[in-house]
């Protein structure tokens, strides 16, 4: 099989809101009132985390079929720590980013624990956003003539 690409095409609408259209959906990105936004959706970092859980769930689920493994229920809850003191440009001693994920799942289904051990180590192993997030990704970045408005 061939690659598969993914894109998105973000437009800024203030200092804090971003529509970003990924196929045919429109996504809304802003941060909340202690970072200067109207908190009128999430913010990056939290659409991070929720697309975390959302591979997560896809992967879990196309390895349980591929085991016959029957799910009844799955819960996942993301957690990070992100220190602000880079992204105000206060302090570069630390990272931007999360400091670290916590993944916490629950899960029920027709499998022994020991399987279901098995399963989510594979998760780990086929999860494309975990393979991001767990992996340094070459990215490139193109600056493009700005936009002239009549």
Known sequence: MSTIRFSVQGKAYNTTK???KARRFNIIIDEPKELGGEDDAPNPVEYLL???AGCINVVTHIIAKEKNITIHDLRINIQGDINPLRLLGQSFDVRAGFQSLQVEIAIEANASQEDINRLIDEV???CPVNDNLSNETPISYLLKQPLILN
Do not use: D, S
């Open 18 to 20: 971003t529509e970003v």
């Open 50 to 52: 929720a697309g975390y």
């Open 124 to 126: 780990k192993q086929r």
